[in-house]
């Protein structure tokens, strides 16, 4: 299938990619640096939950970022071709 016709394919999957690198990365640093032990449960274990919620928040903010801005150089693109 060419990719030039379905540009949003495209748009969906290096948004979902940057948006899952960046909740990962984030979860990382979260669990390496706690200092007021928001990711670590008194026993010892890790709250699971709350891990999920700050990779899912991060994610989802990266990939809808990153859907506006490349939908705007899509659009800003297809614009200057039709000049």
Not at 13 to 27: D, E, K, N, Q, S
Not at 31 to 43: K, R, T, V, Y
Not at 52 to 71: E, H, I, N, Q, R
Request: glycine share 12%; proline share 2%; aromatic share 10%.
């Amino acid at each position: 299938m060419n990719s030039m016709k379905h540009p949003q394919r495209r748009l969906l999957a290096a948004a979902c990619c940057v948006g899952l690198a960046l909740g990962g990365v984030m979860l990382w640093l979260g669990l390496l640096h706690d200092p007021q032990s928001e990711f670590h449960l008194a026993d010892g274990g890790v709250d699971y939950g709350y891990c999920l919620l700050v990779f899912a928040s991060w994610a989802l903010s990266g990939a809808l970022f990153t859907m506006v801005v490349l939908g705007l150089y899509l659009l800003l693109r297809r614009w200057i071709a039709g000049r």
